[in-house]
T-cell receptor, first 114, second 112 residues
Framework: DTAVSQTPKYLVTQMGNDKSIKCEQN?????MYWYKQDSKKFLKIMFS???????INETVPNRFSPKSPDKAHLNLHINSLELGDSAVYFC?????????????FGPGTRLTVL | AQSVTQLGSHVSVSEGALVLLRCNYS??????LFWYVQYPNQGLQLLLK??????LVKGINGFEAEFKKSETSFHLTKPSAHMSDAAEYFC??????????FGAGTILRVKS
């Protein structure tokens, strides 16, 4: 069983569209994260949820909206997609939000905006 | 805010040679440090982490890292490189809320 899974793995869409990426973890963790890896492979956190509550919200355009329906799921919805949104998006989870707790990463979703 | 600097965006070694990937951190509090590896088109896999229990940390696949507070470093080493070690390596520090702040990454190339 995959610990952290993401769907879809690849997403190709046109500018201006709205799309969602789903993430699920079966580890029983309380905390989930979204990271963005840009074309230069630089990784940066976007959001984090702990027990379904938003605890980290970096300077991300408000076109990005995370939603956590339960502790096992953290979805990312993106409105009005732009070329610059093209990236690989990684979901991760950890047992809790204490500093230093190991994070488990999903396989990533490669988003291409045309 | 904490930060991580990885010296050398590309490192090339011969198979069987020593691997040394450099990481320096900046932190106003005792740091929690990680090394992750990313193989092409895959997610990130934890190699090892430092959480103040011991300064020399052993990880998977024969990698280890030594925490040196005086040098604010956490360099990753492996005595003998294998072709399968070719990948991108990321050093990271954990901040408030356990968010990871990553370095820019180092691509390791292993020559036969």
């Amino acid at each position: 069983d995959t610990a952290v899974s993401q769907t879809p793995k690849y997403l190709v869409t046109q500018m201006g569209n709205d799309k969602s990426i789903k993430c699920e973890q079966n580890l029983g963790h309380d905390t989930m994260y979204w990271y963005k890896q840009d074309s230069k492979k630089f990784l940066k956190i976007m959001f984090s949820y702990n027990n379904k509550e938003l605890i980290i919200n970096e300077t991300v355009p408000n076109r990005f909206s995370p939603k956590s329906p339960d502790k096992a799921h953290l979805n990312l919805h993106i409105n009005s997609l732009e070329l610059g949104d093209s990236a690989v998006y990684f979901c991760a989870s950890s047992q809790d939000a204490a500093r230093g707790v190991r994070q488990f990463f999903g396989p990533g979703t490669r988003l291409t905006v045309l | 805010a904490q930060s991580v600097t990885q010296l050398g965006s590309h490192v090339s070694v011969s198979e069987g040679a020593l691997v040394l990937l450099r990481c320096n951190y900046s932190s106003s509090v005792p740091p929690y440090l990680f090394w992750y590896v990313q193989y092409p088109n895959q997610g990130l896999q934890l190699l090892l982490k430092y959480t103040s229990a011991a300064t020399l940390v052993k990880g998977i696949n024969g990698f280890e890292a030594e925490f040196k507070k005086s040098e604010t470093s956490f360099h990753l080493t492996k005595p003998s490189a294998h072709m399968s070690d070719a990948a991108e390596y990321f050093c990271a520090v954990s901040e408030y809320g356990n968010k990871l702040v990553f370095g820019a990454g180092t691509i390791l190339r292993v020559k036969s």
